[in-house]
């Protein structure tokens, strides 16, 4: 069985699939990831914060807007690039389901529960959101905060692990737009960040 995600994860991957929804860019890339931990709650935005990273910051990383969004599902992200396929069972794969993601918040927190929640500057998630593929990096990213927390032998995914995973892929990737640069330009350097989650995983352990 996969591993779960927790209610903070979940959150995360929403605000990304709609930060890139609000920019009208139609690929979901590890940036988008990034921002998403900067912006939401858990041990990974405690990280990055205690590391200097911000959301304007990462915001520059993923440079000018691709289209003239106004917000969630809004312009060009409102389905998969033409031509590309849709990721929704490549998400899947790996324990990812937008739509399950949703209607498990909505039965623990009650209707309407992200509605209810302002996560990004535009406002609260939509209740329908766009379906918007991910670049190779994004996924590899997912793939590898799994890995990351098989090797903890955790039965769970937070932002911890979803941290983890993108500072994998910046550290492996030179031929993407995430790459060891982009995590020097952010000030990030990856053997010390990830040091710094492993000691908060450390002191949250009962």
Do not use: C, W
Not at 55 to 82: F, H
Not at 132 to 152: D, F, N, P, V, W
């Amino acid at each position: 069985m996969l591993e779960r995600f927790t209610t903070d994860a979940r959150r995360m991957v929403l605000l990304s699939r709609d930060k890139a929804a609000e920019r009208g860019d139609e690929r979901i890339r590890p940036a988008h990831l990034l921002y998403a931990l900067v912006t939401s709650d858990g041990m990974a935005q405690r990280v990055l914060e205690e590391l200097g990273v911000t959301p304007g910051g990462v915001e520059r990383e993923l440079g000018a807007p691709s289209g003239a969004a106004t917000g969630p599902g809004a312009g060009a992200a409102t389905g998969p690039a033409a031509g590309q396929p849709d990721d929704s069972q490549a998400l899947k794969a790996i324990g990812i389901d937008l739509d399950e993601i949703r209607r498990k918040i909505e039965e623990s927190f009650g209707d309407g529960a992200l509605d209810r929640l302002s996560l990004s500057s535009s406002g609260p998630l939509t209740r329908t959101g766009p379906r918007i593929a991910l670049t190779s990096e994004a996924k590899g990213a997912l793939y590898m905060a799994l890995r990351e927390a098989r090797t903890l032998r955790h039965r769970y995914i937070g932002t911890e692990h979803l941290l983890l995973g993108l500072l994998r892929v910046g550290q492996l990737n030179r031929f993407g737009d995430f790459t060891p640069a982009t995590l020097r330009a952010l000030g990030i350097d990856p053997v010390a960040a990830r040091e710094r989650v492993l000691a908060e995983l450390v002191q949250a352990q009962p």
